[in-house]
T-cell receptor, first 115, second 112 residues
């Protein structure tokens, strides 16, 4: 079945460490997105990519980095510069930016906790 | 600016009650799309409905119904005869340029 796989489901990070969240899709979608979810704040866009080897900052890109070397993969690195990284991270994809009739297809998320 | 407001942070109901989740949006676009998603405890967002700005007809799908009113920039979601399985966080979203813009979400708790 086609879909988006995010791993790991839970991730613990020590302060000062970089961590990378994985996102893989087999839907042949061109566009991919990373959102951050905090209680009471909805989903905020971190980065998005419209095509391989290209990506754009979203609303809260500071302290994060991404790469898009393959169509299927859009990993997110949470760097030590991110002051408050504890959150739930959702990856999504769509055939093109702005979404198709379903909006986006979402992964099941990674919950990152800084210890 | 484009914005989605879900003023209800949490709603608690008893099973079989009807419940309405409010969504108010702002956009200057004449053509736009609105969405509702459900986020169960597992975390994945599940698509419920898409509505385009040209179609103001209300839609019903089983126990779910949606009321779209352009005049008040609202796209409200009603669950009739709620069930415990409806407990989740519900998000309203507006398609902006190159992204979906989400509201803060409404957490619905349905108690037996």
């Amino acid at each position: 079945d086609g879909g988006i796989t995010q791993s790991p489901k839970y991730l613990f990070r020590k302060e000062g460490q970089n961590v990378t969240l994985s996102c893989e899709q087999n839907l042949n979608h061109d566009a991919m997105y990373w959102y951050r979810q905090d209680p009471g704040q909805g989903l905020r866009l971190i980065y998005y990519s419209q095509i391989v080897n290209d990506f754009q900052k979203g609303d809260i890109a500071e302290g994060y980095s991404v790469s898009r070397e393959k169509k299927e993969s859009f990993p997110l690195t949470v760097t030590s510069a991110q002051k408050n990284p504890t959150a739930f991270y959702l990856c999504a994809s769509s055939p093109w930016t702005g979404g198709d009739r379903y909006g986006y297809t979402f992964g099941s998320g990674t919950r990152l906790t800084v210890v | 600016a484009q914005k989605v407001t879900q003023a209800q942070t949490e709603i608690s109901v008893v099973e079989k009650e009807d419940v309405t989740l409010d969504c108010v949006y702002e956009t200057r676009d004449t053509t736009y799309y609105l969405f509702w998603y459900k986020q169960p405890p597992s975390g994945e967002l599940v698509f419920l409905i898409r509505r385009n700005s040209f179609d103001e007809q209300n839609e019903i799908s089983g126990r779910y119904s949606w009321n779209f009113q352009k005049s008040t920039s609202s796209f409200n979601f009603t669950i009739t005869a709620s069930q415990v399985v409806d407990s989740a966080v519900y998000f309203c979203a507006l398609r902006g340029y190159n992204k979906l813009i989400f509201g803060a979400g409404t957490r619905l708790a349905v108690h037996p």
